[in-house]
């Protein structure tokens, strides 16, 4: 279930400590960043797994830090776990390790990834952040294009629809198929 990101106002949070580590969901945050800034998702021939728009987003907030005199580093699992949300116990073991020597945790992912880092990280002293906010819940068409480019056409939801009822896009009228 894709979510919808929006970036949140971190650094003057962060400013204050002397290293962060970012530590970034591999599939919402990096589909939402490349939709927002009309970018393809994925270019695997060129780039591998990353997302250019995401990685340079990161790029971003990282100047930012060392502009504060803050140490930053990224830090993502890629495969097998798509999700941060749904990391396993072992993949956490793997954050806590590399959260060791940073002050600060930043989150780029939703409240549930958030949770995991903060879970993984109990009892360091490590201060975990979330630097986006949640907007909804999306919906995108996926195109492969040259060289294996995919990119996103994201499809914002009108409008919530009654529970147990669907009746299309509009969510507004009722689809032939359901009409009496």
């Given at each position: 279930m894709p979510?919808?990101?929006?970036?949140?106002?971190v650094i003057g949070d962060l400013k204050e400590f002397r290293s962060v580590l970012i530590v970034s969901c591999p599939i919402?945050?990096?589909?939402?960043?490349?939709?927002?800034?009309?970018?393809?998702?994925l270019q695997p021939l060129k780039h591998g797994l990353k997302t250019p728009a995401f990685e340079d987003y990161i790029a971003s907030i990282?100047?930012?830090?060392?502009?504060?005199?803050?140490?930053s580093e990224a830090f993502t699992l890629r495969?097998?776990?798509?999700?941060?949300?749904l990391w396993t116990a072992r993949q956490r073991a793997r954050i806590l390790k590399r959260a060791q020597?940073?002050?600060?945790?930043?989150?780029?992912?939703?409240?549930?990834?958030?949770?995991t880092a903060a879970d993984a990280l109990r009892g360091t002293g490590c201060k975990v952040f979330q630097g986006m906010e949640v907007k909804t819940i999306?919906?995108?068409?996926?195109?492969?294009?040259?060289?294996a480019t995919v990119t996103?056409?994201?499809?914002?939801?009108?409008?919530?629809?009654?529970?147990?009822q669907f009746n299309g896009p509009d969510w507004g009228e009722k689809s032939q198929s359901t009409r009496r």
């Open positions: 979510i919808f990101f929006e970036p949140a106002e919402c945050p990096p589909m939402c960043v490349s939709i927002q800034q009309k970018s393809p998702f990282r100047e930012a830090l060392a502009g504060h005199g803050v140490r495969l097998p776990v798509p999700m941060m949300c020597g940073f002050d600060a945790v930043l989150v780029l992912g939703c409240d549930s990834a958030t949770y999306t919906n995108a068409t996926t195109a492969l294009g040259p060289s996103l056409d994201w499809h914002p939801l009108p409008k919530t629809p009654k529970s147990g």
